[in-house]
């Protein structure tokens, strides 16, 4: 029988190709979404891509009694991958309470719920799923900006504070994973620290689709090459790099999703020598300006991008990019579809949205 896996934030633009990932898997998948930066019309991508319709509740998981509802018409889960979450840097800056109480809530709340611990959330009567095995997408923003002697990043380099509200949710997060695994003896976590998710499934079935301007740069490329958009921004050319704009891990989101399959079943096999909570860096390992990242995509699709240089954006990070060695050697997994394809099925999704 399929294993059960919980996928919160499961219509968000990384949780919908994991979804399909663990659907490719074997894996049945239990969906939750409240919507709040996506679409219920994503659902119809994942069922068009594998020929199966996941199981989905609409749900706020920063709601304890609304998310608890899952588990108790779900007791067979036995992982859950926790995507759910506000993830714009530069709009966390602004309304970080908005950041603190959606992001540290509805991980507290899922941890709770997984450990049979609804007590300890003001709720009770809600039984323990068949297994607490969480993976949880972190982010490279818990390094904050390295020194050079420590690029590319390994798991060990020295944490720094996070240069936006964003970035600190994400350091809480995994610390008070750290917390509950120590208390928690059943609880296993893996905290993936990705880099910066790019591309669609080369379908164009589903793909980025943010809410209003988008907040991160593909989008907004994809967006401008399409006329939505006046004119791209970068942000700063007077950063220390080559052409003086920032430097970034860009990791296909294809790619991003298989390592989240790889991952659970990492925690479902109990490997021997493992530890009860681990760290993983997903990246390629090359660092990408956004500069050249722009000519990268103009190269990829033939299309000529209209953008200017703009001043810098609080809260944005210089230069950094992964070591994924220890990705590659425990999980098997790699990341290293060609840049061009990459954009191109960016180009690809955008252009099926405006048909």
């Known amino acids: 029988m399929a294993k059960r896996v919980l996928l919160t934030g499961a219509t968000g633009y990384i949780g919908s190709h994991t979804a ?73 800056t602004q309304q970080p309470l908005k950041y603190f109480n959606n ?52 798991e060990c380099a020295p944490l720094q504070p996070a240069e936006s509200p964003y970035g600190r949710t994400k350091q809480m997060a995994e610390e008070i994973l750290w917390d509950s695994v120590k208390a928690y003896k059943d ?15 080369p379908s164009a079935k589903i793909g980025e689709l943010p809410n209003g301007v988008p907040n991160n740069l593909v989008p907004y490329v994809t967006q401008t090459a399409a006329g939505i958009r006046e004119c791209l921004t970068v942000f700063g050319n007077d950063y220390n790099t080559p052409d003086g704009s920032c430097i970034r891990d860009y990791i296909y989101v ?3 999703a298989k390592a989240h399959v790889k991952a659970i079943d990492r925690l479902l096999a109990k490997p021997e020598g493992r530890y009860r909570m681990e760290y993983f860096n997903l990246g390629t390992g090359k660092g990408l300006s956004v500069l ?20 810098r954006r609080e809260g944005d990070i210089e230069q950094i990019w992964a070591d994924p060695s220890l990705a590659n050697e425990l999980l098997g997994w790699s990341a290293d579809t060609p840049i061009e394809e990459v954009l191109a099925s960016a180009w690809k999704w955008q252009c099926s949205l405006m048909k």
């Open 20 to 92: 399909v990932e663990l659907i490719n898997a074997g894996y049945k998948v239990i969906g939750v979404d409240n919507f709040s930066n996506s679409t219920a019309k994503v659902l119809d991508g994942i069922k068009a891509i594998t020929g199966t319709a996941i199981d989905f509740m609409e749900v706020d998981c920063s709601n304890p009694a609304e998310f608890a509802k899952v588990f108790e018409k779900y007791p067979d889960i036995e992982a859950a991958i926790h995507f759910a979450a506000f993830k714009a840097v530069g709009e966390s």
């Open 292 to 311: 050249e990242l722009v000519d990268a995509f103009q190269k990829a699709t033939g299309v000529k991008l209209n953008y200017k240089i703009g001043a």
């Open 187 to 201: 609880m296993s976590v893996i905290a993936l620290r990705y880099f910066n998710p790019i591309g669609a499934h």
């Open 254 to 256: 294809v790619d991003l």
């Open 103 to 154: 992001n540290i809530r509805s991980l507290v709340n899922l941890i709770a719920l997984c450990n049979g611990r609804g007590e300890e959330i003001g709720l009770s009567g809600v039984p323990a799923p068949k297994g607490a095995n969480i993976v949880f997408s972190s982010s490279a923003t818990v390094y904050g900006q390295p020194s050079m002697e420590n690029l590319p990043i390994k």
